[in-house]
């Protein structure tokens, strides 16, 4: 039988059966949509998870720090021999006070961190009002969410206002490398003792970083050189390229200090995707065998409706092939029909609910957020399998058609 003909035959039933091929197949769409739809959120957290917490450059960066016994510690002698090690691209230090800092009338306890811009790149940093700095001796200051709380300010009424700080600098002259110091550094010979500096020349608050647990405020590092930093608290490591991150780590902690890779963190958390949208396939699986039952059942109905055109066409010359090609392609047709409205189903379905996510969200206050992301090899995957899904509902039938005895189907009533 030639393809032109098995397609105007297979396609009879969008004509003589219409209503009950269209529910068939939107049956089909729905079971389609609801695995779209919910493995599309899947991707969608994912997505919009990592886009706040990575950027391509953090994705290349090591964070190094010295080990909790201080064996060692991050000098500049140590980040430079850092710098020099093979597929090193940047090196971005950070140095640590603790302190206060002075926002009109009012004072509040806060980490003051010292760094270059660089380390907002390779950190991932993005501020979710005003900007960062950009230049390493800007008087500009980038604050947390948590230390405006301490001011009850918004973040939008903090940008453009002038800061001062206070800092509790160790006597022996070492910037703290110690996040964890009020006060005084505590070690493991005891307490250190601190003077209080208050820098006198006020920042400028550029931009805020959103971070409602820690109060603290980065500053350029270069304004924070008079205090004599001879250590710092970590250092932030780029590698020219991915393959030579666990080499370059290996090197680091030869040298004696801990190495960490948001890398790892990023792997661990696509692994919990993972199987959340594993979850999610198997929810939409059972609302797709339900409407492959419904499928199937049609296909039945469909055999036996047909019973006597089976036995004429056998009788006029048809073979079994030709009889099981024609039930087959219907089948397909129906599945291929069915991913196509599935997509449409789906798509249309995670608007509405993206869209009324976002009123809410504006309602209370919240950013807009876009909670559906669908790879575009996921839609080609929906098409395949809703097209493997109609072949499969259509074998019985079409084997039972296929060795239906021409005489029996013929007086068939």
Do not use: C
């Not at 200051?141 to 973040?155: H, R």
């Not at 970590?234 to 020219?240: C, R, Y």
């Not at 469909?302 to 036995?311: A, D, K, S, W, Y």
Request: positive net charge; hydrophobic residues 45%; charged residues 20%.
């Amino acid at each position: 039988m030639r393809a032109k003909d098995l397609l105007k035959l297979s396609t009879r039933m969008f004509r003589t059966r219409r209503s009950r091929t269209m529910m068939t197949i939107l049956g089909v769409g729905v079971g389609i949509g609801t695995i779209l739809f919910l493995v599309s959120l899947g991707y969608g957290l994912q997505k919009m998870l990592l886009e706040r917490i990575t950027t391509q450059a953090s994705l290349l960066t090591l964070d190094v720090v010295p080990p909790e016994a201080k064996i060692v510690n991050l000098t500049d002698s140590a980040i430079s021999k850092i710098s020099h090690i093979d597929n090193v691209d940047k090196v971005s230090p950070l140095a640590s006070f603790s302190g206060q800092a002075n926002l009109g009338d009012l004072t509040s306890d806060s980490f003051v961190y010292g760094v270059f811009p660089s380390y907002f790149v390779l950190g991932g940093i993005e501020p979710s009002d005003g900007k960062l700095f950009s230049r390493d001796d800007e008087r500009k200051a980038v604050l947390s969410t948590a230390l405006l709380k301490t001011f009850n300010i918004e973040p939008s009424q903090a940008v453009g206002k002038q800061i001062t700080f206070t800092l509790f600098v160790p006597k022996t002259g070492a910037g703290s490398g110690m996040g964890g110091a009020t006060e005084a550094v505590t070690s493991e010979t005891g307490t250190v003792e601190t003077e209080t500096k208050k820098i006198e020349k006020p920042y400028l608050i550029s931009g805020i970083i959103e971070d409602d647990y820690t109060p603290f405020a980065y500053v350029p590092l270069l304004t924070l050189k008079p205090f004599n930093i001879t250590a710092y608290s970590s250092v932030k490591v780029k590698v020219t390229k991915s393959k030579f991150m666990e080499g370059v780590r290996t090197k680091i902690m030869d040298m004696g200090f801990m190495v960490s890779a948001l890398a790892e963190t990023v792997d661990e958390a696509n692994k919990i995707f993972r199987i959340i949208q594993i979850v999610l396939a198997i929810f939409g699986l059972i609302a797709l065998l339900v409407a492959a039952i419904g499928m199937a059942n049609t296909m039945t109905v469909t055999l036996l409706e047909r019973t006597n055109e089976i036995g004429i066409m056998k009788a006029i010359g048809a073979s079994n092939k030709d009889i099981s090609h024609i039930f087959l392609a219907e089948s397909v047709i129906m599945g291929f029909s069915g991913g196509i409205s599935g997509i449409i189903i789906g798509f249309i379905g995670s608007r509405i609910f993206n869209l009324g996510v976002n009123v809410l969200a504006r309602t209370m206050g919240g950013q807009p957020v876009n909670l559906f992301y669908t790879p575009f090899w996921f839609l080609l995957f929906i098409i395949v399998f809703s097209t493997l899904v109609g072949y499969l509902t259509g074998i019985f039938p079409a084997r039972k058609a296929a060795k239906m005895n021409p005489l029996a189907a013929l007086r068939y009533k």
